[in-house]
């Protein structure tokens, strides 16, 4: 299975800032994407990050908000953007691989003060 | 809507027993379900999946089983160990592999 890598793991962050997040996979792969769970909650998907192009969001949830970035096949970045104690979540990147079986990162905590 | 169902939050289980985690669904284009086990502040870490054109698949302890007809699946655990303690999602996707998961299920394996 990849390799999924996440920075940062965790971090504090002031309301109304922004923080960007990556995701290093160690192989090449076609579908990647960026989920949440917040707190005592079910992951809910946010956005598939598509290389080279634009990235596709969920419906609740937009690009303002959201940007992500997605310059190759192994890395991708979602920035959370003007945060707010609503956004206090883990974030959590994820790749399909063949075989049909979908990986997930270690996740990003982000605490929103 | 939520497309995946886990109605039970919570399952207690002696170690050494079986623990046995249902899931329904509603979208009858899911192709792959999968079974997902995680701890707080981490991510999921894969257990086993089963396509839709199977009813069961089985790798070590854990073994699911698919009813499409009911649109129910199940994953059972045996033995439980303690390590099991987690809580698991169920999770399925049609053919854009964009997961839908269910709310989950904190399992407790007691000594």
């Known amino acids: 299975s990849a390799v999924i890598s996440q920075k940062p793991s965790r971090d504090i962050c002031q309301r109304g800032t922004s923080l960007t997040i990556q995701c290093q996979v160690d192989?090449?792969?076609?579908?990647m994407f960026w989920y949440r769970q917040q707190p005592g909650q079910s992951l809910t998907l946010i956005a598939t990050?598509?290389?080279?192009?634009?990235?596709?969001?969920e419906s609740g949830f937009v690009i303002d908000k959201f940007p992500i970035s997605r310059p190759n096949l192994t890395f991708s970045t979602l920035t959370v953007s003007n945060m707010s104690p609503e956004d206090s979540s883990i974030y959590l990147c994820?790749?399909?691989?063949?075989?049909?079986?979908?990986?997930f990162g270690e996740g990003s905590w982000l605490t929103v003060v | 809507d939520q497309q995946v169902k886990q109605n039970s939050p919570s399952l207690s289980v002696q170690e050494g027993r079986i623990s046995i985690l249902n899931c329904d669904y509603t979208n009858s284009m899911f192709d792959y379900f999968l079974w997902y086990k995680k701890y707080p502040a981490e991510g999921p870490t894969f257990l086993i999946s089963?396509?839709?054109?199977?009813d069961k698949n089985e790798d070590g302890r854990f073994t699911v089983f698919l009813n499409k007809s009911a649109k129910h699946l199940s994953l059972h655990i045996v033995p439980s160990q303690p390590g099991d303690s987690a809580v698991y999602f169920c999770a399925a996707y049609a053919n854009d592999y964009k997961l839908s998961f269910g709310a989950g299920t904190t399992v407790t394996v007691r000594a």
């Open positions: 089963i396509s839709s054109i199977k």
């Open positions: 990050a598509n290389q080279g192009s634009e990235a596709t969001y």
């Open positions: 192989s090449q792969v076609t579908m």
């Open positions: 994820s790749v399909a691989q063949s075989g049909n079986t979908i990986y």
